[in-house]
């Protein structure tokens, strides 16, 4: 029986969902995070969309949507138009429906034959606008001549209102966490395996949602599975009270004939995506704490908060340290010191954070019973673990708890740049179990600066398994951009010796999803071909972990239609190696090597003609587009185009020199580059010239950053604009009240000092909730090129941040890029 299955009636859809579209999809080239217009050229795309790992480049009419409720299409479109809406809306939806792999777990059965597999996989429910999350369950079955095959459940679960899930170290019970939408107690369910064991409601005064975001979320289970430590919003702060007498003080007699909640003093947040959200803090539930009442038993769930941590710490990542028997269990966390100003936190890694350690607030008393801890002054001090390093996170300990291994992003806090080259530590865990805040920090994997070529590029890790252990207890499973693919690499945390475990002869892109013993259950696609699951094994008689097998899993989970795999089958891909232009002797070794750009076309021509070709640009400026599966670019790739998708200097990926060389030089450096790949792509006869004479003949931009001088005072990353226009010196310099001479800088800097130059057809897509650029960069922009005579369509989505995936507007986003293209392409 598939593990914790019963608990949610089955449903018979299949689980699909669209993957996160973050490419800027332009036509021929639209810059969407180079940050800069094209000097050269009449026709510019706009610019760098901050801090994404892909912009998306779209259009826009005034108001959230394009298309009426009653079918009419706005400002009379011609019944042409309207048939293009419809034709389109109709392939994008068949890619849609295409199912995304979230998160996988492994659990061994009790009776010890084969492994169980649980997948959570979602997909967007548009006429809801929210995203249906599903589990599906699968027993791995090793057959006796090595064949492993996967025994699939007949349908998926959906999981209605589930935050997130965490299973217990033994697999034997689950975690679901529900976060009300309300002020309604926060739920915790304990699922066994054949019903829920308990539940647990914790009303908002102790504290609000549990973090689910990625990032701050940390929940961890005890070795003992009795005491689960986690990350939620501290309580709301009292606020003033008013009536009809004024201020009511508090303990008042007054008779309250009335009265309302002051909104009390201002309290600054991380920025995009955690608007409103309280500071995250650290709580931990007892789960075996139980009432009696008339011989009924009820859970109680004793939630206590973890105290002594410094209130300006913002607390995330949390796990439990080894466990000794007589000893006080401690917590090692992550936390980020707010400082003066919590300056956005999505996509920038250049936070200053460290690991520190506190003990638990529970103890076991002399009757094995677990206990709050009655001298709270004794134990309040937290040790900060990693003081020689300005950067620590995703801590995970060893399997024999003897060291601890987390990630840093020094390179980025240094430089000031938002993502740089990730490197990987290690701290010898002491023997007595208490925390030393001197504990020497060993380097696993550094900080790579060039690589040579063909090799190891540094390391780039966006997150890393909870148990991502192989059997040794010392080589670790992880998932690492590699120039323009994601790889899966094991890393030997004592000799620091690294290698690449997925096909190295591979263009397509690989992410670890789950460890089975010794063997790996992971993800595969690329631009033309759908995520399939591939289990992968050590070589037989291999003594190292270099060389490794994979099987091609069979699998409903991202099953397309017949119309999305003929279409996808008469596409190719490539990846392109481009030499840079203007190399000079003052660049650096790595900004000197060649650049690479994803291809996609049609394998047939239809004529000596090429296909119209929509250059596609990734935000941040340090970010990477990688050769996995895109719902959107797959369905404008269908759709008659060729893709270009370039990784200029500065992407991820390519050792620390070559990103480095871009701050200082955004909308040069870049555009060369972006340019360079249009005219290589030319001279081999894949596109066109002809087609565009003025180089471009359409843009569409995503939440784009068109004038820094006005996005400096409005954005949540204010720091940012002054790294990517001065580069390292701007993280000295920057200020909150810039002067007329940085200003004067910036708007320089900017796309909106080249608008006389624009002569491009031009869409935004503006999500009126971007607290990362704000609404009135992309509207000024768009205003200033209409009043000049521009063609331009706007469209702004109410309720989006700057990534716009709410499922609407997502689709809305992408079917206006199709029917925008067509209509200068035809």
Known sequence: MAPFSHLIPPTSQWCVNLLRPRFSSLSLPTFSNTHHLLKRFTAKPLSLSSNQKFVCFAMDVPGANSIKENGEMPWGVDEATEGEYASQSELLQEFTSISTIDKAWTFKPENGKGVQAMFSISQPNLLANKRRKYILSSHIVKESDGFTSFQWAPFPIEMTGVSTMVPSPSGSKLLVVRNSENESPTQFEIWGASEVEKEFHIPHSVHG???????????????????????????????????????????????????????????????????????????????????????????????????????????????????????????????????????????????????????????????????????????????????????????????????????????????????????????????????????????VVPVVMCAEDGCFPGLYCSSILGKPWLSDGYTMILSSYWRSTQAIISVHVLSGKLVRISPGDSDFSWNVLALDGDNCVAVCSSPIDVPQIKYGCPDEGSSTVSSWSWADISSSISRCSEKVRTLLSSLQFSVMKIPVRGVTENLSEGARKPIEAIFVSSKSKKSDACDPLIVMLHGGPHSVSVSSFSKSLAFLSSNGYSLLIVNYRGSLGFGEEALQSLPGKVGSQDVSDVLTAIDHTIDMGLADPSKAPDKFVAAAVRNPVCNLALMVGTTDIPDWCFVETCGIEGKSIFTEAPSAEQLKLLHSMSPISHLSKVKTPTLFLLGAQDLRVPVSNGLQYARALKEKGGEVKVIVFPNDVHGIERPQSDFESFLNIGVWFKKYCK
Request: net charge negative; charged share 25%.
């Open 209 to 443: 949602s549990v973090y689910s975001d990625g990032w701050f979320e940390g929940i961890s289970w005890n070795s003992d599975e009795t005491l689960i430590a986690y990350v939620a919003e501290e309580p709301s702060p009292s606020k003033p009270t008013f009536s009809g007498l004024g201020y009511k003080k508090r303990g008042s007699a007054e008779k309250d004939c009335g009265s309302w909640k002051g909104q009390g003093d201002w309290e600054e947040d991380w920025g995009e995506t955690y608007a409103g959200k309280r500071q995250p803090a650290l709580f931990v539930i007892n789960i075996n704490s139980w009432m009696e009442v008339l011989t009924v038993k009820f859970c109680s769930g004793e939630v206590h908060g973890v105290d002594g941590i410094e209130k300006s710490l913002s607390i995330g990542q949390v796990v439990w340290a080894p466990s000794m028997k007589g000893l006080h269990q401690y917590l090692v966390f992550v936390g980020w010191s707010s400082g003066g100003r919590k300056l956005g936190i999505k996509y920038c890694y250049n936070r200053p954070c460290a690991l520190y350690a506190v003990r638990a607030p529970f103890h076991e008393s002399e009757a094995n019973e677990l206990r709050p801890k009655e001298n709270v002054s004794e134990d309040v001090q937290v040790v900060n673990l990693t003081q020689s390093i300005s950067s620590a996170f995703f801590p995970r300990f060893s399997p024999d708890g003897k060291f601890l291994v987390f990630l840093s992003a020094k390179s980025s806090v240094d430089s000031g740049a938002h993502s740089a080259t990730d490197s990987l530590h290690r701290i010898d865990w002491p023997t007595d179990g208490k925390p030393d805040p001197s504990a020497k920090i060993v380097d």
